[in-house]
């Protein structure tokens, strides 16, 4: 029945009438604009090249004042991004500007890495907006949209060709944002090898498939300045802030001791063209072709990684609430089959775990009894050395009493000798006095 109503509310004939008066709808553009112009716009631009290339002066002469920023070195471990968010007004018109500068892009000696940076950060602002589109309670008007409208691709003026990495990198951008390849520093090089540069860098884009942004032609009022321009690229721009007296008038310009080198002046470089086609012609076509193009390729990719896809026309209608129900039952399937495996993961690790527990257990036991063993052992030993040596000590004490008895028995004798010859020699010095008594008695 519904399929019935469709294809009748399809074939049925839009007729045309006329109205009878003023309405008033016809002031609809009149009030998008006043709302526009109240809610204010956002442009974001991303600066890819390399260091000292001249990305900021360029960014400077551009919007003819000076943003923040600080100066890069050329001994960046990695690439990374630096993103400054200003806020400008211009008449009654408000932007909020974002400039995104590539620090130490080329800077490697290893570059193969190189572009991978850039391309995390343009997803990665896509994916905000594509939260943000997800949500229940969601704001986009009052969300700022940090997706990346341009990318001026900056090409150092060697004279000869691109870069290997400058093909790479843009290769790897082009279906991710829209891109300006432009000749940094173009006052470096002739005129004649200028013309050749740019020839040759299209020449070599077109035959590696890169594709850069082409200005649009389908609106009459822009189609014949566009398509001309369409032929200037690569834009080759010299950009200057000091302001610098040329006849009578004050211009942006770089001096040299050959004379100077004008910024606006068009048969000196082509940042005129570059300002034009940017800024006051096709600034909102590249926020169309970012929404429209850039961002519908990464949102239709993540739909259809989530489960979600368009129907045919003859297939049956798409029910978003039966792909959210098919997506949570295989996601909870999914969930069950991971929890079983860490599961089964957990229990055999603890049976691992306990395995080598036990192991190490009987290894202590067995290295628990062994050091007892050596400990009784040693205790033994200790018990056998020291009876030993208290038999030693026995015997030495014995010893030791044996020759003190000795010693002392041996004084003694020694005392007792002296006075028995003293008794001797007494005895003997009286015999005389004995002998003359006796003789005497016996001659009476």
């Not at 839009?14 to 956002?42: C, I, M, T, W, Y």
């Not at 630096?82 to 018109?93: D, G």
């Not at 000696?109 to 896509?126: C, G, M, R, T, V």
Request: a negative charge; aromatic letters at 8%; one cysteine or more.
């Amino acid at each position: 029945m519904a399929a019935d109503q469709k294809d009748v509310f399809a074939t049925e004939e839009k007729r045309n009438l006329e109205l009878g008066g003023h309405v008033g709808f016809d002031s609809l553009p009149d009030q998008l604009v006043s709302k526009s112009v109240a809610q204010g716009f956002s442009f974001n631009i991303l600066c890819v090249g390399e260091t000292g290339i001249g990305k900021s002066t360029l960014m400077n002469t551009l919007f003819n004042t000076t943003f923040e920023n600080e100066e890069a070195s050329h001994y960046e471990n990695e690439v990374h991004l630096r993103s400054q968010m200003y806020e400008l007004q211009e008449s009654n018109v408000n932007l909020k500007l974002t400039i995104v500068h590539t620090v130490g892009f080329g800077d490697q000696i290893n570059k193969e890495e190189s572009h991978k940076p850039i391309l995390e950060y343009i997803d990665a602002q896509f994916e905000k907006y594509l939260e943000e589109e997800l949500k229940i309670k969601r704001s986009l008007f009052n969300c700022h949209d940090t997706r990346i409208h341009i990318c001026l691709y900056f090409i150092a003026p060697t004279g000869h060709s691109l870069k290997s990495l400058d093909l790479v990198t843009m290769k790897k951008l082009d279906s991710k944002v829209n891109i300006i390849p432009v000749i940094a520093k173009a006052d470096t090089v002739s005129k004649i090898e200028l013309d050749k540069l740019k020839i040759k860098i299209m020449s070599e884009l077109v035959s590696n498939g890169v594709q850069i942004y082409q200005f649009p032609t389908e609106d009459e009022a822009v189609a014949e300045i566009n398509s001309s321009m369409n032929t200037h690229l690569p834009f080759a721009v010299v950009g200057s802030v000091e302001d610098v007296k040329v006849g009578n008038k004050m211009v942006k310009a770089r001096l040299y001791p050959w004379g100077s080198v004008q910024v606006e002046n068009e048969n000196h470089c082509d940042f005129v063209k570059l300002r034009e086609m940017l800024l006051r012609v096709n600034m909102e076509d590249l926020r169309e072709q970012t929404h429209a193009r850039h961002y519908e390729l990464y949102r239709r990719c993540k739909l259809e990684e989530m489960g979600f896809k368009d129907t045919d026309p003859d297939s049956q209608s798409f029910s978003l609430q039966q792909t959210y129900e098919a997506k949570r039952k295989e996601f909870l399937l999914e969930l069950q089959r991971k929890e079983e495996e860490m599961r089964q993961m957990f229990v055999n690790k603890v049976k691992e775990t306990e395995a080598e527990l036990k192991e190490k257990e009987k290894e202590l036991h067995e290295r628990f009894e062994q050091l007892k063993r050596m400990h009784q052992d040693e205790k033994k030993n200790l018990e056998e050395k020291r009876r030993e040596l208290e038999e030693e000590m026995n015997a030495f004490n014995r010893r030791k009493v044996a020759a003190e008895t000795l010693m002392g028995q041996a004084l003694q004798g020694c005392s007792q000798q002296p006075f028995k010859k003293d008794k001797d020699k007494k005895n003997f010095f009286s015999l005389p006095s004995a002998c003359s008594l006796t003789s005497g008695r016996n001659l009476n």
